[in-house]
């Protein structure tokens, strides 16, 4: 299929010069950062609106033409949501990036989709209020954030970022505006659209502006470094943080193994080697006195859980450090990525489902590096497609691509034999589509059909995606 | 219409004797706890599953006979959403009252939906755990509050019911049963239909199931009570109280008359009587350090706002009777109330909307006392349809039926005008149907629609509220 010059006129008409259509120019709208190739697929042109008015004449005309529409951020997603799969267009949001609203008043933010991360957290900080949910990566635009309802690991003691959106600005498929929610935080109002909304991953309406939702600041920060002897002893004293009554911002696991690989592409260290895992912990409050009296407290109780040591990092430059390794892993682990995963289960089963993984991994003879969101059970384990001794990636691992598709199936059947999801804070798109209907069950996909159905007859709204519609 | 014999043989078959067909023990199940008398409307038959295959199966026989069926939990709402408005029968939870699983592992509790509010706070406190949400009335059951999306004053810091509910099982209109989430607390796998259930008041499936996050116990709570000179006043001292960066777990504001009535009542008393107006702050913490030095900061803000005085009332019993004759100020106001309405309106407003309010009662000449959530913008004001004077209910008001239209219809503008909504925690029902459209505009109207015909295409789930399908 091609665009038809009854297309170009009118998308001319809508955007003047702002539409790419240079060949060479598309490529990089064809993939995101995650790792499989075979999802890549350069969209027939990139159209770059500037605002809501521009948006719907856009999908007025696409629906009208029937021509698939793709709505793509930062493209830092790891899912290949934003992958125009079945041709068409990509919607890029970059050029709506601005702050259209602070309000210190109501405690609330409103910006264009295409604003990122980076960017609303200055602004935050210049209002001296504090918006928690970081997922990894800075660069990332706030519209991609709400449509993958992405989480990061602030999560444990402040939610995803589905929590802290108030409002949102959508464009229907038929090009209709439809604004949700506002400034006020309780209703009972109506069907909750905003919730559906976010995580729908652009396949119910494009997503223009956001209003989120904003805390005071807090006024101090701890981090706590915990290094034990095997990774199930870590994770497994996170129960016992957590039946202390204080709940840390985050609670992340780490094993050494993939430390070693982040240390060497930053050229920073780690506190502490000893063991095989680290658990690190966020510990927030309102003063000093406050997070320290936490610190202690969790102290005392990792020290009982058989932590072999309990490292308090109040030097501002040894926490960036940390947080940069720990932010980093992603990125340190990619060039030997067959695949990433992002399952979530319930907090009791992190250590059994880990457990699982190494059981995989001696068996397949496959290195499975593993790290994640310990109190809020999200996991990120790689299987690899290079050997990876010391922190240094070997050569390609013989046939690493069937034992690929063979660990992802057995790992997927462990989560939903625990009572978990696939996706925790990625998104399904195309990389976990295959998988969705064994997670969800066949009711719950006939209503998610159903909705797709009622909101974009006509499919042309990032088709393919999440399921097939 | 009268329901078949093929109806009734049939559901003696799924039922048994749990059927209510006495004419004479139909009217309660007519009306809930709303003021309006218009709204009433006895079923025809009343049925008492006990579980989700009992809820399936008469939800096939009445799709299959065009049966309405309108759930109905302990009738407590205020918004005549139990009322079977098109006739047909009532589903009651009110035999669905097990607990089916307490996991403190992970900080969650799963309950039938006809398990009492009351009943759920004594299970949470078994486990050591605590539910932040607290709506008024502790008779409601857990399904109730999680279909009209139920609030209460702790809003403020915890957010309403919604942020609590991690999974739900529910029954759809063509009998299938559909578990949404789990205990797992990130997800971004799939549409996130919990929250569309959420708040949609029984007319998207039968929630028979539901699955809450709790929270570690707050080990301190302390009370502050401050009279102002006016309602104004004391509204005005909210934006200092959350600039101190201190989230008060609740924040509520009540004027004295109103407070007389309740005293009356309970023959309890408030601690102040200074001033027109008081402002409660329910502070929680970690322990009695914590609320304490809470108290201090924020005592000295309500001071430098203008307060008359700052009570700590650190006395349990003090409490208690302050947050009964709190919790008492819908019952004691009822008996004189043509219409309660139930807005919500971003922080900054509420002080402009509470005076547009006092100026509809001196321009009208009808008493409206006003209470609520100070800090969440969700007020209650009363129309009343009888003098109120002293604390005491004279005689009924010449023309108040036709005075309390006018007050509704000129107030929902001032709502709409200001961004709010014309619910912040009672929901539509049919009470607030009638102008729904005016506040969420033909766009969101629509959406709405397609979504009830694509879950619920014949229309037997609650018809006619919320809106006309």
């Given at each position: 299929?091609?665009?038809?010059?009854?297309w170009?006129?009118?998308?001319?008409?809508?955007?003047?010069?702002?539409?790419?259509?240079?060949?060479?120019?598309?490529?990089?709208?064809?993939?995101?950062?995650?790792?499989?190739?075979?999802?890549?697929?350069?969209?027939?042109?990139?159209?770059?609106?500037?605002?809501?008015?521009?948006?719907?004449?856009?999908?007025?005309?696409?629906r009208?033409?029937r021509?698939?529409?793709?709505?793509?951020?930062?493209?830092?997603?790891?899912?290949?949501?934003c992958?125009?799969?079945?041709?068409?267009?990509?919607?890029?949001?970059?050029?709506?990036?601005?702050?259209?609203?602070?309000?210190?008043?109501?405690?609330?933010?409103?910006?264009?989709?295409?604003?990122?991360?980076?960017?609303?957290?200055?602004?935050?900080?210049?209002?001296?209020?504090?918006?928690?949910?970081?997922?990894?990566?800075?660069?990332?635009?706030?519209?991609?954030?709400?449509?993958?309802?992405?989480?990061?690991?602030?999560?444990?003691?402040?939610?995803?970022?589905?929590?802290?959106?108030?409002?949102?600005?959508?464009?229907?498929?038929?090009?209709?505006?439809?604004?949700?929610?506002?400034?006020?935080?309780?209703?009972?109002?109506?069907?909750?659209?905003?919730?559906?909304?976010?995580?729908?991953?652009?396949?119910?309406?494009?997503?223009?502006?956001?209003?989120?939702?904003?805390?005071?600041?807090?006024?101090s920060?701890?981090?706590?470094?915990?290094?034990?002897?095997?990774?199930?002893?870590?994770?497994?004293?996170?129960?016992?943080?957590?039946?202390?009554?204080?709940?840390?911002?985050?609670?992340?696991?780490?094993?050494?193994?993939?430390?070693?690989?982040?240390?060497?592409?930053?050229?920073?260290?780690?506190?502490?080697?000893e063991?095989?895992?680290?658990l690190?912990?966020?510990?927030?409050?309102?003063?000093?006195?406050?997070t320290?009296?936490?610190?202690?407290?969790?102290?005392?109780?990792?020290?009982?859980?058989?932590?072999?040591?309990?490292?308090?990092?109040?030097?501002?430059?040894?926490?960036?450090?940390?947080?940069?390794?720990?932010?980093?892993?992603?990125?340190?682990?990619?060039?030997?990525?067959?695949?990433?995963?992002?399952?979530?289960?319930?907090?009791?089963?992190?250590?059994?489902?880990?457990?699982?993984?190494?059981?995989?991994?001696?068996?397949?003879?496959?290195?499975?590096?593993?790290?994640?969101?310990?109190?809020?059970?999200?996991?990120?384990?790689?299987?690899?497609?290079?050997?990876?001794?010391?922190?240094?990636?070997?050569?390609?691992?013989?046939?690493?691509?069937?034992?690929?598709?063979?660990?992802?199936?057995?790992?997927?059947?462990?989560?939903?034999?625990?009572?978990?999801?696939?996706?925790?804070?990625?998104?399904?798109?195309l990389?976990?589509?295959?998988?969705?209907?064994?997670?969800?069950?066949?009711?719950?996909?006939?209503?998610?059909?159903?909705?797709?159905?009622?909101?974009?007859?006509?499919?042309?709204?990032?088709?393919?995606?999440?399921?097939?519609?």
């Open positions: 299929m091609s665009l038809s010059s009854a170009w006129k009118r998308a001319r008409d809508i955007l003047g010069e702002r539409i790419v259509s240079d060949p060479s120019l598309l490529d990089p709208y064809g993939h995101d950062e995650s790792a499989p190739e075979e999802f890549r697929n350069p969209p027939e042109a990139v159209v770059r609106p500037i605002d809501e008015g521009e948006v719907s004449a856009v999908l007025k005309l696409c009208d033409e021509v698939p529409v793709t709505v793509r951020g930062a493209g830092t997603g790891l899912a290949a949501g992958v125009p799969a079945r041709g068409g267009i990509v919607l890029t949001t970059e050029l709506m990036n601005r702050v259209m609203d602070s309000d210190p008043a109501n405690l609330t933010i409103t910006v264009q989709a295409g604003v990122p991360l980076r960017k609303l957290y200055e602004e935050v900080a210049k209002m001296s209020l504090y918006f928690p949910p970081h997922p990894g990566d800075e660069g990332a635009h706030v519209g991609g954030a709400v449509a993958a309802n992405a989480g990061g690991a602030r999560a444990v003691k402040y939610g995803t970022v589905r929590r802290f959106v108030l409002g949102l600005q959508v464009v229907l498929a038929g090009g209709e505006i439809l604004d949700l929610g506002g400034k006020y935080i309780k209703s009972s109002t109506g069907y909750h659209l905003v919730d559906l909304m976010i995580g729908s991953e652009g396949t119910l309406g494009v997503i223009t502006r956001i209003t989120l939702s904003l805390l005071p600041p807090v006024g920060v701890q981090t706590l470094l915990a290094p034990f002897a095997t990774l199930e002893s870590a994770i497994g004293a996170v129960p016992r943080v957590l039946g202390t009554g204080i709940l840390p911002c985050a609670v992340e696991f780490i094993e050494h193994s993939v430390v070693l690989l982040a240390e060497r592409l930053l050229n920073k260290s780690w506190p502490s080697h063991g095989a895992a680290s690190m912990l966020i510990l927030d409050g309102r003063n000093d006195q406050d320290l009296a936490q610190a202690e407290v969790i102290g005392t109780a990792l020290e009982q859980a058989g932590a072999l040591d309990v490292l308090l990092t109040d030097q501002k430059g040894r926490q960036a450090d940390m947080l940069e390794i720990r932010s980093m892993l992603y990125e340190a682990i990619r060039p030997g990525t067959a695949e990433a995963f992002d399952i979530c289960v319930p907090r009791s089963e992190i250590a059994s489902h880990v457990g699982f993984v190494h059981r995989l991994e001696e068996t397949r003879g496959v290195p499975i590096p593993t790290y994640g969101h310990a109190a809020d059970g999200n996991v990120h384990s790689h299987s690899l497609r290079r050997s990876l001794e010391n922190g240094v990636f070997g050569g390609e691992l013989p046939g690493w691509r069937e034992q690929s598709a063979s660990i992802r199936h057995a790992l997927y059947e462990d989560v939903v034999r625990r009572g978990g999801v696939i996706s925790g804070e990625h998104g399904i798109g990389v976990k589509k295959e998988y969705l209907p064994m997670n969800l069950g066949p009711v719950h996909m006939a209503v998610m059909r159903s909705i797709k159905k009622a909101l974009d007859p006509e499919g042309i709204l990032n088709p393919g995606k999440i399921f097939d519609a």
